[in-house]
């Protein structure tokens, strides 16, 4: 535990960063006992303790979680945790002794034993000693100086009178020879060039007298470093130098651990002088340069781009540093292009090629004064689009509005106000591998105010720019619903080379953005439901963008070309592990799948076993593929009922075709149930007006608003009114009314049938009215209730935006008034229903019905599948209203047959569920062979081009690429091995089971 938070602790001014239970234990137990006796163990564990529940309860939780205190921690769930926890605990109760000895040990150091005792060639004046050496013996100035010739980055501590502090060896007289092993140049002179320079290596920085070599026909001093495992930070005079060795674990850490060129750089000050790092020299600008320099240089290395591969892999398109995924179909690479022509239908799902889009919101870049100048290094070769031809393609489309099917969603309109002030780049739209998570080459391109379809349109087409004799292919996209209508449309006209790609997509929407997507495209767009698509769940691409956004702190100050750079980076790391994790990745998928794949052929052929053989055999014969006719969905997993919750303009159609017939046969006039379903348009109108008046504090536009309503009003009514009474003249007679109130045309009563008894309603002819309003007004109920569900939806989906993204009191404020209209729309749509089914009650509607039950305001929820399920969730139920009922009034044929189409609409759900499990093992069966196989050819290539190498270092370089794809390719064939071995135990099982 450090001072400064003891301090704190003990002096109750601040807060103290929450710590979990083992770290205050850790914490604690670092006090040595001599500070014990000033600050009680139980004292500081409990302030502590005290200011962890204080930072909790004061902290910004939008769960509003209790404190984490230890009470409320949750308890270890498998013996194994305890035990390794019970470990921890002991391993640190054993330091925590050895506390005093530790801290003892390491006092000691600041001393040596040697002191005052000769140097090992004689001398008395052995006061020299390096950290960095295994032994550390005491040196004179000339034993230490040339016992570091070849150990020039070791730093020295001297000891001065009393104590040890640190020197340079530049100090002692040293010079760093280049060019002859560390011994002086033969051809070494008075005019010899010996610069004094600032080196940068893993602990520090170091002054060095550089002394560079001056033989005929020698290298020039940037290439005299470079040979010396020093990078210059400068090709004129290099006054400052990087090792090889700090570069290169500078590019291992950041794009690890996401750390920034500052933070590192300021470590190095640092570490070479802890209390005086300002006196240390700043390099951090030729820091920066030189470690974009080195990314860049890497990532061509390491593509085969220095080794020509483009020869090679003339498929691919050229100059490309992208690292591609292994098990992704790739003709010429991992599968024959005539394997891939002369597959059947059936085997679509082996050689699609699975693709994500989406945008990512977090990968901003400021709107700040920057290098107009300053461009990629790898300009387009990377995973960014060439950015002078992406802002050319934008100029040319311009700002062009998108329509979403899915209204509900209302994306577009937090998009405008959410995050985006004072940045000039929003985010970005991004391409992966929906199965493996590689980013494509070309896959992503910077968002300027929000995620339009244009700049979709352009990743898409550059990602897939060398997919022409890919077969299959399948987008997964969280608004494909809407993305798709007019696709090829915009390919034509800005992509037309792409149209044949194009046309070879099949879409789907991510299973979990699918659930707050409308009924509709949650029949057709859902992956479960889509032949041939596996058990692809879309959603990998979210996972990846949460492991790049650590870099967003520092990427979004960047200018616009470093920006690129240094993401391509991060994101060819990101690629990278992946590619050699691959064998491992499919094993565990493929362990899991077959998991997956007994429980559902068990589910399904038990629930098979219900049913006749007949039946079966025509369900079986049927095409489960969703399809769109129009604005109407069919599909096999969506519930047909004959008799199925109506609408209120399916109502009205019905009760007037049935009018016409009466009308005809003599039985009644036409007209009734037009003239009460105006009616309830009507009293709908009266309540819109009512709502205006409730409104405390109207605007001018509000008023406006409310004169052209109330005109209209009465109009309308004026001219139903007619209607009305020469339809029913005893009602003329009977209410006494003359004329309509112009003033206040929403206090006009009705006289629908509901608003009189039976008795009355008998007295004045209106019995078959009263059965139209009946009809009309179940459909309208109906209606309601989907509006209310449309409503709960969208309140959902938006507060998980607000939570995520408004920050700042103008963003949530607006965000907030938004949530608040969808709010005061579903208890608008919640009175109305009640309104109705209090009609429906008046005109004799059962008050127990099972379908169209009373509401409440605390009923209006629903659980809130836009983010991840709460703790609860599974034992707590929806309302009444989001679940199918049995319609009322059915009778025993009809309700066996409503049973009936529930369990076809289950056996083709579980039928297709089985099919996706079905379907996976065989994708990751092939994905395993294709793995082996693009190893394979790439270790080819790089002994191929190998031996074309113009240099013996580039010749043992490709030699040693090589290598390591054997390896990956051994140990992904030792992993399929192991896959099959287990697929031989399910095949067993299966055989035995279903026998």
Same mark, same amino acid.
């Given at each position: ?12 001014? %601040? ?21 014990? %006796? ?48 019970? %470990? ?27 002191? %005052? ?101 020698? #290298? ?36 690890? $651990? ?216 399948? #987008? ?47 029949? *057709? ?112 997993? *969506?519930?047909?009922?004959?008799? $199925? ?29 037009? #003239? ?194 709460? #703790? ?45 499990? *079905? ?77």
């Amino acid at each position: 535990m450090s001072h400064s938070r003891i301090k704190r602790a003990r002096g109750g001014f %601040g807060t103290v960063d929450p710590l979990s239970d083992d770290e205050t234990e850790l914490e604690i137990s670092a006090i040595s006992n001599s500070e014990r %006796g000033n600050i009680h163990y139980s004292y500081v564990k409990s302030m502590l303790h005290r200011a962890q529940v204080s930072h909790s309860s004061n902290s910004r939780d939008l769960d509003s979680s209790p404190p984490i205190i230890k009470d409320n921690l949750p308890k270890p769930n498998s013996e194994g945790e305890r035990k390794c926890k019970q %470990g921890t605990s002991a391993m640190l109760s054993s330091f925590e002794h050895e506390m005093p000895a530790l801290q003892a040990a390491l006092l000691a150091k600041e001393h040596h034993p040697g002191l %005052g005792k000769p140097c090992m060639c004689g001398s008395l004046n052995a006061r020299f000693r390096c950290r960095s050496c295994t032994h550390q013996a005491l040196q004179c100035h000339s034993c230490i100086r040339n016992s570091h010739a070849l150990l020039a980055w070791h730093h020295i501590d001297e000891w001065v009178a009393d104590h040890f502090k640190r020197m340079s060896l530049h100090s002692l007289g040293y010079r760093h020879r280049l060019g002859h092993l560390g011994q002086q140049c033969p051809h070494h002179s008075k005019s010899s060039t010996v610069r004094k320079m600032v080196v940068l290596h893993t602990n520090g920085f170091h002054h060095v007298s550089v002394e560079f070599c001056a033989c005929p026909g020698r #290298l020039t001093e940037p290439y005299q470093l470079m040979d010396a495992d020093l990078f210059p930070s400068s090709f004129k005079q290099p006054e400052t130098a990087f090792t090889f060795e700090l570069l290169d674990m500078f590019e291992r850490i950041s794009l690890r $651990s996401k750390i920034n060129v500052y933070d590192y750089h300021r470590t190095l000050q640092e570490m070479t002088s802890a209390a005086f790092a300002q006196d240390v020299p700043d390099r951090y600008h030729e820091f920066c340069r030189v470690v974009r320099v080195w990314n860049h240089l890497a990532q061509v290395r390491r593509s085969g781009q220095c080794h020509n591969f483009d020869k090679i892999m003339i498929h691919r398109r050229q100059g490309s540093i992208a690292i591609r995924c292994p098990a992704c179909p790739e003709i010429h690479v991992n599968v024959d292009k005539e394997t891939v022509d002369t597959a059947h239908e059936d085997e679509t799902h082996k050689y699609t090629l699975f693709i994500s889009a989406d945008g990512n919101f977090k990968l901003q870049r400021k709107n700040k004064c920057g290098d107009p100048d300053d461009v990629s290094l790898n300009n387009g070769t990377g995973y960014f689009v060439e950015d002078k031809a992406y802002q050319k393609y934008l100029g040319h489309v311009g700002d062009c509005k998108d329509d979403c099917i899915c209204q509900h969603l209302r994306a577009v309109k937090f998009r405008n106000i959410i995050r985006f002030k004072n940045a000039a780049v929003s985010g970005v739209i991004v391409i992966q591998c929906a199965r493996h998570g590689f980013y494509l080459p070309q896959g992503l391109a910077d968002l300027k105010r929000g995620e339009a379809f244009a700049n979709t349109d352009y990743v898409l087409a550059h990602a897939l720019a060398d997919a022409h004799h890919q077969r299959w292919i399948m #987008l997964g996209y969280d608004i494909y619903c809407s993305f798709w209508i007019k696709m090829l449309k915009r390919f034509m006209k800005y992509f037309p080379s792409m149209v044949s790609v194009i046309e070879k997509i099949r879409g789907a929407v991510p299973k979990l953005h699918i659930k707050n997507h409308i009924e509709e495209c949650q029949y *057709r767009w859902n992956f479960s439901y889509l032949p041939f698509s596996g058990e692809t769940c879309g959603e990998m691409i979210e996972g990846s963008h949460g492991e790049q956004n650590g870099a967003a702190a520092s990427t979004k100050e960047q200018n616009a070309g470093h920006r690129h750079d240094s993401l391509d980076a991060i994101i060819n790391y990101w690629n990278w592990t992946k590619y050699h994790e691959i064998g491992a990745t499919l094993y565990r998928f493929y362990t899991r799948c077959l998991d997956t794949l007994k429980k559902r052929e068990k589910c399904f052929f038990e629930l098979s076993a219900r049913f006749d053989l007949a039946l079966l055999q025509k369900w079986d014969a049927v095409d489960d593929t969703p399809r769109g006719t129009g604005k109407q969905i069919i599909s096999v997993h *969506r519930a047909k009922f004959q008799q $199925s919750p109506p609408t209120q303009a399916k109502a009205r159609q019905k009760l007037i075709q049935e009018e016409y017939v009466r009308e005809i046969a003599g039985f009644s006039q036409i007209g009734e149930a037009s #003239l009460v379903a105006t009616g309830i348009n009507l009293e709908q109108d009266q309540d819109d007006i009512r709502s205006l008046l409730a409104i405390e504090y109207r605007s001018e536009s509000d008023n406006h608003n409310l004169v052209i309503a109330r005109r209209n009003l009465r109009i309308s009514l004026v001219k139903w009114r007619e209607k009305q009474f020469a339809m029913f003249p005893q009602l003329r007679e009977e209410c006494k009314i003359t004329s309509v109130d112009p003033n206040e045309p929403e206090s006009e009563p009705l006289l629908l049938p509901s608003h009189f008894n039976e008795a009355f309603r008998t007295r004045l002819g209106l019995t078959t009215a009263a059965q139209a309003e009946y009809q009309i007004r179940i459909g309208c109920a109906h209606d309601r209730l989907e509006s209310i569900r449309t409503a709960i939806q969208s309140y959902n989906h938006n507060v998980a935006i607000k939570a995520k993204n408004a920050y700042g009191q103008k963003h949530a404020t607006r965000a907030r008034t938004i949530v608040d209209e969808i709010v005061g729309d579903a208890r608008k749509h919640a009175a109305k229903y009640r309104r109705t089914r209090n009609a429906l009650l008046t005109l004799g509607f059962p008050p127990n019905d099972p379908v169209l039950q009373p509401l409440l305001d605390t009923q209006l929820w629903a659980k809130n599948t836009a983010i991840p399920a709460k #703790l609860g969730d599974s034992r707590t139920e929806d309302p009444w209203f989001w679940h199918i009922a049995c319609p009322a009034g059915f009778t025993t044929a009809e309700k066996a047959e409503w049973r009936l189409e529930m369990d076809r609409v289950k056996w083709f759900r579980d039928r297709s569920l089985r099919n996706r499990a *079905r379907e996976e093992r065989e994708i990751l069966e092939e994905e395993f062979k294709r793995a082996i196989r693009s190893f394979c050819y790439t270790r080819e290539a790089w002994i191929t081009q190998g031996k074309e190498a113009s240099s013996l270092g580039a010749r043992a370089y490709a030699n040693k690429q090589a290598a390591m794809h054997e390896r990956l390719t051994n140990d992904c064939t030792n992993l399929y091995e192991k896959a099959l071995d287990k697929s031989r135990i399910y095949d067993k099982w299966y055989n035995s089971y279903i026998k």
